[in-house]
């Protein structure tokens, strides 16, 4: 079992950056794939990006293809989306995801641990 604690949200003005963490408990952070989510007010829960275990393998939603980078240091057990170019329309809480496979999925079905979520609120 793994918990996710997400950090780094905040108010931003659009087109300023902002970078989210996610911590991880325990020894096993490199054989889970992690994934981004977001969830915006009246909306479902959407994918944002995920990286494999080993953290070669990438994928991003096209909405933020461009502006947003995942990366990881299983080291450190964590987790990282820095998010750049921000729009008011990424106003959302935003979740990071693991999954105990290899490969980076965009399915929010398939993941089993969810973090509680971090607030990004981009200003017009």
């Known amino acids: 079992q793994v918990q996710l604690v997400e950090s780094g949200g905040g108010l931003v003005q659009t087109g300023g950056s902002l970078r989210l963490s996610c911590a991880a408990s325990?020894?096993?952070?490199?054989?889970?794939?992690m994934g981004w989510f977001r969830q915006g007010p009246g909306k479902e829960r959407e994918f944002v990006t995920a990286?494999?275990?080993?953290?070669?393998?990438?994928s991003y939603a096209d909405s933020v293809k461009g502006r947003f980078s995942i990366s990881r240091d299983n080291a450190k057990n964590t987790v990282y989306l820095q998010m750049n170019s921000l729009k008011p329309e990424d106003t959302a809480v935003y979740y990071c995801?693991?999954?105990?496979?290899?490969?980076?999925?965009?399915?929010?079905?398939?993941?089993?641990?969810w973090g509680q979520g971090t607030q990004v609120t981009v200003s017009s």
């Open positions: 995801a693991a999954v105990r496979t290899a490969i980076a999925t965009m399915k929010k079905e398939e993941y089993n641990y």
């Open positions: 325990g020894r096993t952070f490199g054989t889970y794939a």
């Open positions: 990286i494999s275990r080993n953290g070669v393998s990438t």
